[in-house]
Nanobody, 132 residues
Framework: QVQLVESGGGLVQTGGSLRLSCAAS????????IGWFRQAPGKEREGIVC????????YYANSVKGRFTITRDNAKNTVYLQMNSLKTEDPAVYYC?????????????????????????WGQGTQVTVSS
């Protein structure tokens, strides 16, 4: 059983930055594919940045490419999402998810919500708000 706890959300002005954290317990993250998803009101949850432990590749959705970066600290068993140049279209609840790397073929495959279940895990989410 893997437990994920996100933190770091909050209110930021347009153009500002935030760093979200996703702390894991129960298993080492280096064995897992990792995904950051977000869900805005009235919209479906979308995968925005995902990492595959199978080939160490990273996928970025076009909406965040060049602005968001995923990193991992194995010593802290924590993954981060650095978000720069935040826009008014970025507000959402942000979630991290993990799934054993053997079950995920690619980073882009990890960014599909339906790929997480079964046998994947979700965090509780953290709210990001961007003011204009």
């Amino acid at each position: 059983q893997v437990q994920l706890v996100e933190s770091g959300g909050g209110l930021v002005q347009t153009g500002g930055s935030l760093r979200l954290s996703c702390a894991a317990s129960g298993a080492p993250l280096e064995d897992y594919a990792i995904g950051w998803f977000r869900q805005a009101p009235g919209k479906e949850r979308e995968g925005i940045v995902c990492f595959s432990s199978r080939d160490d590749s990273t996928y970025y959705a076009n909406s965040v490419k060049g602005r968001f970066t995923i990193t991992r600290d194995n010593a802290k068993n924590t993954v981060y999402l650095q978000m720069n140049s935040l826009k008014t279209e970025d507000p959402a609840v942000y979630y991290c998810a993990v799934k054993a790397g053997m079950f995920i073929d690619s980073a882009q495959a990890m960014c599909v919500e339906d790929a997480i279940a079964p046998m994947g895990y979700w965090g509780q989410g953290t709210q990001v708000t961007v003011s204009s």
